[in-house]
């Protein structure tokens, strides 16, 4: 088998365009034998006393080579990828959990590459929050970022050290070694999307046969979408960042979602530059002087250049 890539997150940065567009394409050079939600039930909802790293890592080896026993194409020189941005923690209870997976990952493929990819804290924040607000969160942006401190710890809650990058990278650097952990920046697969992939495909020891075609997916909330999204949850719409709403309305095939946006259409147009400038206000105030001792912590262990891609140094 082909050195396996562990593609770990984090959240918000390309994730879904990576693993519809790269790693599920043979001619980007990878194979993906697991998806979503079979990765996340293997290494994350799963009973730390019982976890078995040997039979997962049977049953890895087992289906990447039923794969490519019912491949049409070759598929042996592909690089194969098990790929999941909750593998790297969940911003919104705060990577409790970050390191335990990455432990397990390492008992069962201890000789596997990681790849990491970071996003500046500030523009990470703005977008982490939206995507609580989509799959349902109910509280401000203030409340979000500053939960309740009041009473025994009983629910994990954001934390904003799960933004302190260098915590995870050291993680994966201890357990997999240096050299096969990359890092890379999100804004480098803004700017120079080809560059970005050429240095994924060298660390795997993946063939691309083609250029991947840019697609932008799992866009983020416009306007203020988020603002009446929020309010609307309260009420309708029950997840685990929400349990407690007194209905869930998507049940019956109802979405908030398009209700939201379409406010924000007939209605939001003379406040939606109010909106964006009070969620930066608001972000940069709490960031303010958090970032920069962990980001040149995180340039040290990577040989980034973070202050070159706007991060806080």
Known sequence: MSTLLLHIGYHKTGTTWLQRAVFSNPQAGFV???????????????????????????????????????????????????????????????????????????????????????????????????QYVKVGGAASLRRYIEPPTRGNVRVPLFRFDFLGYDLLIGCYQHLFGDRNVLVLPYEMLLADQPGFLR???????????????????????????????????RFLVRDTVNPSAAIDVREHGLDPIKWARAVDRVLGLPFRGMYQRSLRTQIDRYAAGRCGESNRKTQGLTGLDLEGYGYEL
């Open 32 to 130: 993906a034998p697991w998806q979503g939600s079979q990765v996340a039930g293997r290494f994350v909802a799963v009973n730390a006393f019982t976890f078995d790293p040997e039979a997962q890592r049977h049953d890895f080896e087992s289906e990447l080579e039923a794969v490519r026993n019912t491949s049409p194409a070759d598929t042996r020189t592909l690089v194969p990828v098990i790929s999941h941005e909750r593998l790297s923690g969940n911003p919104h209870s705060g990577g409790f959990d970050s390191k335990a997976i990455a432990e397990r990952l390492a008992e069962t493929f201890p000789g596997a590459r990681v790849l990491i990819v970071i996003r500046e804290q500030r523009a990470m924040l703005a977008s982490i929050y939206k």
């Open 199 to 233: 240095r994924i495909a060298e660390f795997a020891g993946a063939a691309a046969e083609a250029p991947i075609q840019p697609q932008k997916v799992n866009r983020s909330l416009p306007g203020i979408t988020p603002a009446v999204l929020r309010r609307l949850n």
